[in-house]
């Protein structure tokens, strides 16, 4: 039975979600909720203009100037969420889509979009001390210091198994440190519009200055799945990577998807092909999925929710939302 059916724990914890603080855009008082990637001055030679034109020239799902659709499903129980018909090019339900909120893991699906762009999936990186320092209860793909991996290894752990670790060791291995690959995503989502966005890191750990939107997300997507290896490993439900240690010896492992659609543990809605998503969890984000289906009439779709209160609530909401809207 789904977590809103089965008991108020959830809704319970929304309302101290929303009251508290502890989520996405109630914690504005860290960062200015008007600011941007340009005016942080991580963008050193690109224009505002350059981003409008784009947007101008593009052809986009509507950025909407207020919620609808909101009354047709459970919406409270998310700080934001969005249907678009790719396809159609018709933004067909919005929630809060231009709130500035924490995209938690959500953030490694632009990583792998400025990996892919940057980088060479063949090219072998060596672990860093730096990539395997992560907190005990942060997600990582269990690498280690040395080890010898290729981008494209390192890509399935970072978006399968979400590992933290790996998508350090990509930025490293792409620009050979976190700060520059970190200017580039930054330079990157301004190139494709995403002007609301502002990135610290590549892997989505919680850190203030670290938000993008809705319609950013959709953005940023909507760019990402027109290179074919993206698709590729966005839709991958599991990988089995055969690398190196520091001592030359053969180390596999064997990485399964967290998108519960993708791994068989959650159904979509009938009519309904999921193609790839990636989920994202920290304490102020709340639970967040962003998901690429098509509908029975093959229209590509990309939905998105960002702040459940827990995670039956965001399959809950994300069903509920394609049901109703996308077909």
Known sequence: MKCIVKSSFCVLLSFLLIFVGGCGKQETGDYDIYQTSYQYGVLKGVSEELS????MGASLCKNPTADFGTDLVTSQVAQGAALFNVTEQQTLYAQNINAQLYPASTTKIFTLYVALKYGNLDQEMSVSPNAVDQASDSSVCHLEEGDILTLRQALYGMMLRSGNDAAIAVAEG???DVDSFVALMNQEALLLGATNTHFVNPNGLHDDQHYTTVYDMYLMLNEAVKIPAFLEIFGATQYDAIYRDARGNTKTQHWVTTNQYI??????????????????????????????????????LISIVFGADCRSNLYYLMNQILRQFGS
């Open 263 to 300: 791994s068989g543990r959650e159904s979509a809605p009938d009519g309904f092909t999921v193609i790839g998503g990636k989920t994202g969890t920290t304490g102020k984000a709340g639970y967040c999925l962003v998901l690429l289906s098509e509908n029975a009439d093959r229209d590509s």
């Open 52 to 55: 409008e034109r784009h947007l």
């Open 174 to 176: 792409v620009s050979g």
